[in-house]
Nanobody, 122 residues
Framework: QVQLVESGGGLVQTGGSLRLSCAAS????????MGWFRQAPGKEREFVSIISRSGSRLRYADSVKGRFTISRDNAKNTVYLQMNSLKPEDTAVYYC???????????????WGKGTLVTVSS
């Protein structure tokens, strides 16, 4: 079992930055690929980014490419999402998830956090 807890969300103005963290307990995080997903009100959960177990492979949704950076520190059992140049359309609850597979398919995640709210004001 893996427990995931996100933090770092909040209210920010357009163009601002936030860094989300996802701390894991239970099994070591290095056993999993880690993803970030988001869900805006009335919309489906969507893929944001994923990082492989070692951190050597990264993938981003087109909507965040060049603005968001995913990283991980396996020694600290933590994954990060640095979000820059934020836009109102980035407003959503952001979830981290762990998977035994390197995939952006949210249906194939094994563990989920409860999410952290990011609100970008215009």
């Amino acid at each position: 079992q893996v427990q995931l807890v996100e933090s770092g969300g909040g209210l920010v103005q357009t163009g601002g930055s936030l860094r989300l963290s996802c701390a894991a307990s239970g099994r070591t995080l290095s056993s999993y690929a880690m993803g970030w997903f988001r869900q805006a009100p009335g919309k489906e959960r969507e893929f944001v980014s994923i990082i492989s177990r070692s951190g050597s492979r990264l993938r981003y949704a087109d909507s965040v490419k060049g603005r968001f950076t995913i990283s991980r520190d396996n020694a600290k059992n933590t994954v990060y999402l640095q979000m820059n140049s934020l836009k109102p359309e980035d407003t959503a609850v952001y979830y981290c998830a762990a998977s035994s597979l390197y995939t952006g398919d949210y249906k194939r995640m094994d563990y989920w956090g409860k999410g952290t709210l990011v609100t970008v004001s215009s």
